[in-house]
């Protein structure tokens, strides 16, 4: 199995400065079709996961462009520009290329 | 717009079986594959099943293998999740999200399986 290993797993950020979490596989998440399914869910406290990245660097339809994605092979980064009060909740990444696993999830506070 | 709203959730004993429906409106459900996650109280999410669009092939995380079994109705535009022989390890919030992409979730169901 695909582990997805997450970094930090707490993130604590003053409002409006930058933020950045670290997603690492156990292998590489290339697919055999070139693609990369490499992707990054937003969960806010008592609500459903939020897909904001899709394929490694794809924002979501109506996610602020303060949120991008980057990495490739086994190493992945979402960064948050400017942190704002709605950014808080749990991040996860999740890789689809070998079945399906999720990071453990990163908690972002504001400090 | 497209919209899934998860039901069945409920208090079972261990052993026990419970069914639960996912809702789909907006589109049709035959068209695209669909999943259940869970998200245990507090912790993060985990991948349990996935139905292929067309009905072909199902795939079950290892702990719910021979358990659990994913189905549809089409003319419900409904995603099943039977879930049989509960342990209280499967106490969690289930969510159905469409295709391999997981662009669309539900709002989730509560299962608790505790004597």
């Known amino acids: 199995d695909v582990v997805m290993t997450q970094s930090p797993l707490s993130l604590p950020v003053t409002l409006g400065q930058p933020a950045s979490i670290s997603c690492r596989s156990s292998?590489?998440?290339?697919?055999?079709?070139?693609?990369?399914?490499l992707n990054w869910f937003q969960q806010r406290p008592g609500q459903s996961p939020r897909r904001l990245i899709y394929?490694?660097?794809n924002r979501d339809s109506g996610v602020p462009d303060r949120f991008s994605g980057s990495g490739s092979g086994t190493d992945f980064t979402l960064k948050i520009s400017r942190v704002e009060a709605e950014d808080v909740g749990v991040y996860y990444c999740m890789q689809g290329t070998y079945w399906l696993t999720f990071g453990q999830g990163t908690r972002l506070e504001i400090k | 717009q497209v919209q899934l709203v998860e039901s069945g959730g409920g208090v079972v004993q261990p052993g026990g079986s419970l069914r639960l429906s996912c809702a789909a409106s907006?589109?049709?459900?035959?068209?695209?594959?669909m999943n259940w996650v869970r998200q245990a109280p507090g912790k993060g999410l985990e991948w349990v099943t996935y139905l292929r669009s067309d009905g072909s092939d199902q795939h079950y995380t290892d702990s719910v293998k021979g358990r659990f079994t994913i189905s549809r109705d089409n003319s419900q535009n409904t995603l099943y999740l039977q879930m049989n022989s509960l342990r209280p390890e499967d106490t969690a919030v289930y969510y159905c999200a469409r295709d391999w992409g997981f662009a669309f979730w539900g709002q989730g169901t509560l299962v608790t399986v505790s004597s």
């Open positions: 907006g589109f049709t459900l035959s068209n695209h594959g």
């Open positions: 394929k490694v660097s």
């Open positions: 292998q590489s998440l290339v697919h055999s079709d070139g693609n990369t399914y």
